[in-house]
Nanobody, 114 residues
Framework: QVQLVESGGGLVQPGGSLRLSCAASGSIFSINVAGWYRQGPGKQRELVAAITRGGITNYGDSVKGRFTISRDNARSMVYLEMNSLKPEDTAVYYC????????WGQGTQVTVSS
């Protein structure tokens, strides 16, 4: 399994932007799907965004038009650009890779508050 480390979380004001990064310990060229999930206080873990090896993306309804996922296979990185942040976006964000296998990062806290 590929080891993942998220970074870039922190405190941001509503309407602000933040970019999360996910660094993989090994090559992600063969990884079919890279994605981001999040889990807010008292909430279920939900899909935020996903991107296939071919660049096809999928977003959760609550973040469509605001978040953008990307991957840089050559640098073994996955990114999540978050714009127009809302308090409801407050959560721990987890990076994940699947196929082959499934890998999860440790999570990074994003807090949207004034």
């Amino acid at each position: 399994q590929v080891q993942l480390v998220e970074s870039g979380g922190g405190l941001v004001q509503p309407g602000g932007s933040l970019r999360l990064s996910c660094a993989a310990s090994g090559s992600i060229f063969s990884i079919n799907v890279a994605g981001w999930y999040r889990q807010g206080p008292g909430k279920q873990r939900e899909l935020v965004a996903a991107i296939t090896r071919g660049g096809i993306t999928n977003y959760g309804d609550s973040v469509k038009g605001r978040f953008t996922i990307s991957r840089d296979n050559a640098r073994s990185m996955v990114y999540l650009e978050m714009n127009s942040l809302k308090p409801e976006d407050t959560a721990v964000y987890y990076c994940t890779l699947r196929d082959p296998g499934v890998s999860w990062g440790q999570g990074t806290q994003v807090t949207v508050s004034s």
